[in-house]
């Protein structure tokens, strides 16, 4: 196993409020976070003070949630949005998420690629194939089957990786003196296409300080392990518990050995959320309270058919009867289950059961600095990971809480770096240079 | 007529050194300015401090020419340096081209209004259909009939004005105290479709200062002038003398009428080539400098063309001998030939007539501040124009010059604005608010 002392930290930065649905009530945020740029840049210029390696886009091009209660969970425009941080960073790398199904692949190698010579050098993009139906009725669409999806992304990120490599470094010759801006031998039409796909190029956008931008990978079972182990230098992950990481973290690298890769090139990193206060009591009472923003009803009985028992929102305030508890247990398709039967049979309520995080996408460690440390260092260390792709809570004060209490922490454990390696984020993270198509 | 004090003026960014081909290797300019954003927002905030309206930026997603000796005519994105100079600006306008036939109105919709929504009521789009060969290559297609472009290009100014309407005013309430992000019924898909798009929405982007972002539109014959009257507030034209330029006004003002619309809603902006200096010998050595940094040669024999009489490279620097002479007529199919054909009857070498301009795209000036205002004043009060879509010859000090000392003479004359109307794109052009589609 490679060095463990370079944890890849992704800062996420969603729709600017944090994942929690009620954060953008909190008292002190900025409930027009979505909208406001100002808030976005905040936010990217304490992750960096972290030395946080990159932020996070993800992205659906549809409104997927109603809004009555709570905000969208995607940014306005994730490039935009990136562009912006871009000129108001330094180093933090820039990754945003975008669909190979309901874009061009010149148009995705442009924006990209600009964002890379803008940022000098710090720009990702997380390439997936949405299978969401409500993303592709914007499109006009409905939802291919998952071989076509993945067939198009293949030809989706080759041609664009093909772009990028279109103009060859040292073609920008800047000569003033005799007038010869660009060598043209350089810069030359990659004319590639495939079954869904072509383009002629050249795309006249020169390399980054990078290079080309980094690619990143999420999801969609055995044919997204392809795309990841050919492409992917990132992969952001959704595991619950260590053993399951550790699986699939596996699979990832032995998809790359697969496709003559070097393993330690694609880094995994697991969705985490962090809810941070001084003591393990006042973290869940933040938690309670980002709980009370919303309506939990349909989290109770959701959690009762975890445990299959039934429950509603009257037994909230109370722990689960002595009968129920006979009943109580967990259900073997969700690696959720076992925490919050312990959690159940501790005798808790079933809003403090809730407000541990125990049916959140991602795993919460609801407590102090240390016990978030401790989480990702046990995950880290055993090799579960190569890192994490942090959800905060609220973002407002909980990226700064990661960063001014948890970073430190990893810091002097040796986990983390305590400077940025370079200016790019191919240097962030270690992985190798790449330009144009890996031959 | 409406009263003729409000020139509209668009000052396009291009690549970033100016519509002369030489432009780059001026001293003194930036010759990175193509990947250099620092550049372009120097440039914004220059044309920002003369008050002027707007700026544009111009675009083909393809290489259209050969670099070797000069730069690219497109940014490396417009969307994403319109958003960097949106950050760094605070009142001017922000128009970028892109094409109806190699995008998606999904996502143009979501990244117009992000860039309306970031720059606080400041874009526009100039909605163009694009039949270049080599873009269309870039997409792996070709060029489509224009009955299928304009067929198209109307259904996707349809969508995305529908989109843009999806998220009504008032439907984002951002009440904290009971919760409430957002008014649901006020929040609705388009479910709009058409023979080569649709769209589902809704896009969840609320509106701008501005409502949505303002159309602009250019070239296309009877089908552009349909799309014109129909949806735009702006047409970028391409006239060479004041009758063509009036005629063409004139259509396109019926064009509005013909839609029910108020011509005065349309402001024709025809592109025009200050080269400023403090007489006029010095602005045509001014050119001849940028041309010396070209190959002459195809200019010439061009030249030759146009006037009916064999040029070539060797005749560069005599004037045109007495027996060429009285071959040489104007041809009646270029509106650029009489003005050619009178500065070589009055002895001009070749070098001298081609340095006034006479085989540009657009009409140039070579001159004075004085001499700049009065051909700006003469296509105005005559109603050739509603404006001008400036090219500045080089813009690193072309910009600077239009400003300090030709927008002071256009403002003493009352014919230009002393500030802005207000803070959006729509209150400093003068038209109306308009939010989703037009019923
Ligand atoms: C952790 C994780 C994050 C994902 N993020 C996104 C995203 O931001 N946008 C998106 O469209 N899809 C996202 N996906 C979805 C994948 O692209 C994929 O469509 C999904 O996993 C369904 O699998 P399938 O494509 O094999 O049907 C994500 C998946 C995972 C596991
Ligand atoms: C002044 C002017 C500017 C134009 N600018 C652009 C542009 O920036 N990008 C583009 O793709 N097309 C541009 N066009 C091209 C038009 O979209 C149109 O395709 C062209 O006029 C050819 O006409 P057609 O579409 O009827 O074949 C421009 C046209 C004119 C007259």
Known sequence: MENRTNMQIAMQLG???????????????????????????????????????????????????????????????????????????????????????????YNVARQFKALDVISHGRAGWNAVTTSNQAAAANFGSQVASRTERYERAHEFIQLVQALWGSWEEGAMTLDVENGIYANMNKI????????????HGPLPIPPSEQGQPVIFQAGGGQEGLELAGLYASGVYASPYDIPSAKAY??????????????PDEVKVLPGFIPSIASTEHEALERRKHLDGY??????????????????????????????LRKYANANPQDPR????????????????????????????????????????????????????AIQPDASFDGVSAFVD??????????????DYEGTTLREHMGVSYQYGLRL
């Open 15 to 105: 729709a600017g409020y944090g994942i929690d649905s009620g954060a953008w009530r909190m008292p002190g945020g900025d409930p027009t976070a979505y909208t406001n740029m100002d808030s976005y840049v905040k936010l990217a210029q304490t992750a960096e003070r972290g030395k946080i390696q990159m932020l996070f886009m993800a992205d659906t091009p549809a409104l997927g949630v109603d809004l009555t209660n709570r905000p969208p969970q995607s940014p306005m425009d994730p490039m935009l949005a990136l562009t912006v941080i871009a000129r108001e960073t330094e180093r933090i790398g820039l990754v945003a998420t975008l669909s190979t199904t309901f874009n061009d692949p």
């Open 188 to 199: 030359k039409p990659i004319n590639l296409g495939g079954k869904y796909l072509s383009s």
């Open 249 to 262: 973290r596996e699979v990832v690298r032995q998809s790359a050995v697969n496709f003559g890769r070097n």
């Open 294 to 323: 919303t309506d939990l009803t349909g989290k109770v009985s959701y959690l009762g058919a975890m445990l299959g028992v039934p429950l509603s929102f009257d037994d909230i305030d109370r722990p689960l009867s002595p009968e």
């Open 337 to 388: 289950s076992p925490r919050a039967l312990e959690l159940v049979m501790r005798g808790m309520t079933i809003r403090d059961v809730l407000a541990h995080g125990v049916i959140n996408y991602h795993p919460i460690i609801a407590g102090t600095p240390e016990q978030v440390a401790d989480f990702m260092e046990e995950w880290y260390v055993s090799g579960a990971c190569d890192g994490f």
């Open 405 to 418: 209490q948890v970073i430190p922490i990893l810091q002097k454990r040796g986990l983390f770096h305590k």
